[in-house]
């Protein structure tokens, strides 16, 4: 408050302005009904002043969004190299995982596999490979030209999923062969 | 009106209090200063029951955002902001200056336990129209500056000035007749 309108020197008749009371009683008590409103709820230790602990959450909120990123991105990574285009492979009497992600790690190569097959089957698998694997350099010649193409990826992804499964089919085929 | 120094530092004391969540301390500061609000919220409304809801608004709005009060500030003046604010909240969206209140009579049941002379200027303060009326309240009455009315009332510096110079004419106008009725 730095300046009254009327002073001394008003000749106004107004200067009486500043001389009235600024306090002036209400005709009842009027903080029962404050009270009432400010009381904390039964549970609550203290009675904070509501509309900030709600600002508070809300400035938490983006912090704990934030936050969550990087644990997102680490999970998707993972379960993308733990899970992501790998193929199970069988193996005689156990099962072998081959991932095939970005990595492109095989535990277990093709040949290794169908130099365990029994004679009569070699030749057919071989073939089938065969005519897997010049899909797969097809592919990947493309993808020398455009690597980031989704579809020559999931093109490749296909291609190394049937030669898991033609080689499970020949294994399978083996040991059927083995038990007669 | 100001307060000591003594008392000045007492208030923060009680502010930091409320604003930690003492109900008590925010009582206190109710006390302390429920007279010059709802002295405003009358004069501004003219009428005691709407006056006192307005009141206990201002409270409840003031401790609704108490942590945001920096006790540097005047907390009387920071109460009398929020206190405007609900005021007119309250009233019809008009033109300023040109609020429906113009054209209503005093209500009449509003009579001040004090001198006459006062009664008769609270009277004639209270027949002056909504905009002029608020302007000449706050600045003749509890003594803020043109600047800080304009910004209480969220109008034009030059607007306040001019409401302030028709709320003048008008109130003298005004008692001259009354005066030259007796």
Partial sequence: MTSATTGPSDSTGVRELAALPQAIAPGRDLWPQIAAVLAPPPNSVGAAPQAPRKRAAVRWVPRLLLASVPVLVAVTVWIWFEFGGSTVTHTGERLVWAPSGPADRRVVSAPAQVASLAAGLRPEVSASLAAIHTAQSGIKAAMAADGESPLLREMLASTRREEARVLMAAQHADELAGQR | ?182
Avoid at chain 2, 70 to 78: C, K, L
Avoid at chain 2, 87 to 116: F, I, K, N, Y
Wanted: charged share 25%; proline share 3%.
């Fill in chain 2, 1 to 182: 009106m100001k307060p000591s120094a003594a008392d000045g530092n007492s208030e923060v004391s009680v502010i930091e209090r409320a604003q930690k969540g003492e109900v008590a301390a925010f009582e206190e500061l109710y006390r302390q200063h429920v007279g010059r609000i709802y002295g405003l919220c009358l004069r501004m409304l003219r009428q005691p029951d709407r006056a006192e809801d307005c009141t206990q608004q201002t409270f409840i709005n003031a401790w609704q955002s108490l942590r945001s009060f920096q006790v540097r500030s005047a907390f009387g003046t920071w109460l009398h902001r929020i206190a405007v604010n609900v005021v007119l909240a309250q009233r019809p969206h008009t033109v300023q200056g040109m609020a429906p209140s113009d054209t209503v009579d005093v209500e009449q049941g509003w009579v001040l336990d004090t001198p006459v002379e006062v009664s008769e200027l609270e009277a004639a303060i209270a027949s002056l129209p909504a905009g002029a009326r608020d302007v000449l309240v706050l600045s003749g009455i509890y003594g803020y500056s043109h600047a800080e009315v304009a910004s209480m009332l969220g109008i034009a510096e030059g607007t306040c000035k001019a409401q302030l110079h028709r709320a003048r004419l008008l109130l003298r106008k005004r008692l001259a007749s009354e005066e030259n009725e007796k």
